[in-house]
């Protein structure tokens, strides 16, 4: 590992490269196609840079709403695996109508909202100060 730049700061500095730089030299299809690149780059960095944090909360939300007192798993991959089976388990349960009223179903309700607005954070790009 890398101290300085990370991964973060290097994806950070070729976004800002083609917004700043290469976006203003371009017209028509590439200046389309470098924009797009800028996005992905910054989709990824703003990935990164969240991933370990969205992945912590959302495996305590689930183990909350089934009342799994476990640990995540410590290694990423196998949190994604143990997080698709509880999602998997939380649909089932959904479909059964489990959450069509009550305190779990204001609980998936909170888990649903905030599971979005981290994905949201990933998506969107940070407002532009005064934009």
């Given amino acids: 590992m890398n101290d300085r730049p990370t991964v973060v700061e290097l994806l950070e500095a070729v976004e800002s490269f083609l917004r700043d730089d290469v ?21 990824v960095a703003r990935e990164l840079a969240c991933e ?3 992945l912590v909360g959302e495996w305590q ?4 709403l089934f ?12 949190l994604r ?23 779990w179903r204001d609980a998936v309700v909170a888990h649903l ?6 994905k949201l954070e ?3 790009p940070p407002r532009a100060a005064g934009g």
Avoid: C, W, Y
Avoid at 87 to 97: D, P, Q, S
């Fill in 81 to 103: 695996g143990a997080m698709r089976e509880k999602t998997e388990e939380l649909v089932e349960r959904i479909r059964a109508g489990d959450a069509d009223r009550g305190p």
């Fill in 113 to 118: 909202k905030q599971t979005v607005a981290d």
């Fill in 52 to 54: 370990d944090r969205h």
């Fill in 61 to 64: 939300r689930l183990a909350a």
């Fill in 67 to 78: 009342e799994d007192p476990s640990p995540p798993p410590a290694d990423r991959e196998a």
């Fill in 23 to 43: 976006l203003n030299a371009l017209d028509g299809h590439l200046k389309f196609q470098a924009r797009v690149a800028a996005n992905v780059v910054g989709i």
């Fill in 122 to 124: 990933v998506a969107k």
